[in-house]
């Protein structure tokens, strides 16, 4: 069966195991080469209970994937919405998913 996006507060969450999270961000702007991931996987600890990863993707954005807790996840989304990033986000696109696990914590590819 195909994995089927949602947010959380969606009727279909209360059916996800354990309540986790699967969070898939692409953030664009001035993003690579400003210590974005650093910072993003250092807040991710900061937050906690969080497994994931942030890349830097050919195009000049960078993907960053936590599962987790939702609302912890959507404590990282925040933050990386929020302006106080390093670098300059021009925009955040998001996919909610169910969690794949396979990370043992939140690492920089």
Not at 20 to 40: D, E, K, S, Y
Request: with cysteine; proline share 7%; glycine share 14%.
């Amino acid at each position: 069966m195909p994995h089927t996006p949602f947010r959380p507060g969606d009727r279909r969450f209360d059916e996800v195991p354990d309540g986790a999270a699967r969070l898939t961000v692409w953030v664009r702007g001035t993003v690579q080469g400003v210590g974005f991931r650093w910072f993003t996987r250092a807040r991710a600890l900061e937050i906690g209970e969080l497994a994931g990863f942030a890349s830097n993707l050919p195009d000049g954005r960078v993907q960053v994937v936590a599962e987790g807790a939702p609302e912890r996840c959507e404590r990282l989304l925040a933050w990386l919405r929020s302006g106080d990033t390093p670098g300059r986000v021009g925009g955040v696109t998001e996919i909610w998913d169910t969690p794949r696990g396979g990370y043992e914590g939140f690492d920089i590819r």
